[in-house]
């Protein structure tokens, strides 16, 4: 019963700290990324290349979370201001167990509930040891991991981490698209 008690305060605890640290944007220092490649659940890769010069978001994402729902408005950013030169990145993830088994069950999943067609990598590691290279990177550079599904990473036309925000901020969220529209209104960035 003690052992239940103390599980239960400790997840209670680890709720509490993500929810304080997703509700504060953290911004990147001045440390550019390189360009990176995702496999792409569609086939192929998706190259960040194609946006140098112009802001892009990568989210990680997990088809049985709380905050799945976001992906209908993570779809909406995107046809927003995808004309304007903005990329997307949906990275599945299994880290925190809340993905399906194989990358077909994410992309029916995603494509029959949510209409989906951003770029969206294969199933991917984003935390610890195995985490995608973008993810190492990001950290390295910001100091910023994702801490639960749905964990929102803006890159500046310049490579730089300007934002980073945790679950609870929505992806239509005003704090989210000023940055964006800020950054596309910049005169392109020469890499």
């Not at 910023?144 to 929102?152: G, H, M, Q, T, Y």
């Not at 925000?165 to 800020?182: D, F, N, V, Y």
Request: net charge neutral; glycine share 6%; hydrophobic share 45%.
């Amino acid at each position: 019963m003690i052992r239940k008690h103390a599980l239960f305060l400790w997840a209670t605890i680890f709720v509490i700290a993500s929810a304080i640290a997703a509700v504060t944007p953290r911004f990147g220092r001045a440390s550019e990324l390189t360009t990176y490649s995702f496999p792409s659940i569609y086939g192929g890769h998706i190259d960040t290349k194609q946006w140098q010069g112009k802001p892009y978001l990568v989210v990680n994402t997990a088809s049985q979370c709380a905050f799945t729902k976001q992906y209908a408005d993570l779809q909406k950013l995107y046809d927003i201001y995808r004309d304007a030169g903005f990329g997307m990145i949906a990275v599945p993830s299994d880290d925190f167990n809340q993905e399906f088994d194989s990358n077909a069950e994410v992309k029916s999943f995603c494509a029959l509930n949510y209409d989906i067609d951003m770029p969206m990598s294969e199933t991917l590691a984003v935390t610890g040891a195995q985490a995608h290279p973008f993810f190492m990177a990001v950290r390295a550079r910001s100091g910023f991991a994702p801490a639960w599904n749905f964990n929102k990473i803006l890159i500046g036309g310049d490579g730089q981490v300007l934002a980073t925000w945790g679950a609870s901020t929505r992806p239509l969220s005003q704090k989210l698209t000023r940055m964006i529209e800020a950054e596309l209104a910049r005169p392109p960035q020469q890499p």
